[in-house]
């Protein structure tokens, strides 16, 4: 589930189903996205963080969840989260505490500011899922950390540490564990004591020169996503999750 809470004009957004490491389904999805778009015009929001409950940020998405309800239509509900994010007007923390796995990496490219543990761990696991990146990752990455990186991250698809992830441009903050939240609550303050205005007009320029091409890659993305998941390689990755072995990609 999803659980928000406003205090000192900061909306928290917890992924919040830590028995399943905040693996995130459709509703969850969609209950984020509501949160976003509901605090747009909230004078008592100045700012936003996302944090997940239990220890992790979130493994990404469910992949059960999605075996049964894959990302179908115009807007499937990842899509309209993940375009809410990119155009949310105002500032976006996050506080990463163990696993940051798929669009738990890719949303991370639309925070203002990245708070993260020493022993967080991140994975980008589209193409051993068969699937392709989303969340405007193979737009943001190139254009933040060089193709280079950018392929190595979305391509090998390996596990890798904070020292890689702060290389690639996407942390602010590397922190030992018990200090990430109270550190992002601390920059969410910051940001909610600023000239409002000031702080969303500057986040506007920021962004302009890009975000229509964003929103674009972000729905190309999605849908060809959903089409790959509907073809025999995901099947073949999809049976392999389930069975606990590694997909045999030899035959395609």
């Known amino acids: 589930?999803?659980?928000?809470?406003?205090?000192?004009?900061?909306?928290?957004?917890?992924?919040?189903?830590?028995?399943?490491?905040?693996?995130?389904?459709?509703?969850m999805y969609l209950a984020a996205e509501k949160a976003l778009i509901d605090?747009?015009?909230?004078?008592?929001?100045?700012?936003?963080?996302?944090?997940?409950?239990?220890?992790?940020?979130?493994?990404?998405?469910?992949?059960?969840?999605?075996?049964?309800?894959?990302p179908q239509g115009d807007e499937p509900p990842v899509l309209k989260f993940l375009l809410a994010l990119?155009?949310?007007?105002?500032?976006?923390?996050?506080?990463?505490?163990?696993?940051?796995?798929?669009?738990?990496?890719?949303?991370?490219?639309h925070c203002d500011y990245v708070v993260a543990a020493e022993d967080a761990r991140?994975?980008?696991?589209?193409?051993?899922?068969?699937?392709?990146?989303?969340?405007?990752?193979?737009?943001?990455?190139?254009?933040?950390?060089?193709?280079?990186l950018a392929a190595e991250l979305l391509m090998l698809a390996d596990m890798f540490g904070t020292q890689k992830a702060d290389k690639a441009g996407l942390l602010n903050e590397v922190v030992?564990?018990?200090e990430v939240l109270p550190l992002a609550q601390k920059?969410?303050?910051?940001?909610?004591?600023?000239?409002?205005?000031a702080v969303r007009t500057t986040k506007a320029m920021l962004k302009k020169q890009y975000l229509t091409e964003l929103e674009a890659r972000v729905t190309e993305e999605i849908h060809s996503f959903g089409n790959l998941l509907a073809g025999p390689e995901a099947k073949e990755a999809l049976q392999a999750f389930m069975e606990k072995r590694k997909p045999d990609f030899s035959q395609f």
Request: hydrophobic fraction near 40%.
């Open 176 to 178: 030992a564990h018990e």
């Open 1 to 27: 589930m999803i659980s928000t809470d406003i205090e000192n004009r900061i909306l928290t957004i917890a992924f919040d189903r830590a028995d399943k490491k905040n693996a995130i389904t459709n509703e």
């Open 122 to 148: 991140f994975k980008l696991p589209f193409v051993d899922l068969g699937v392709c990146p989303e969340g405007g990752s193979s737009l943001l990455f190139p254009n933040m950390m060089g193709h280079s």
């Open 187 to 197: 920059v969410a303050v910051k940001y909610a004591q600023k000239a409002p205005n």
């Open 86 to 109: 990119a155009r949310y007007p105002k500032p976006v923390v996050a506080a990463v505490t163990g696993l940051a796995v798929g669009i738990g990496t890719t949303m991370l490219a």
């Open 39 to 70: 605090s747009v015009d909230n004078q008592d929001v100045r700012v936003v963080l996302f944090k997940g409950e239990g220890g992790d940020f979130t493994s990404g998405n469910d992949l059960v969840d999605f075996i049964k309800n894959p």
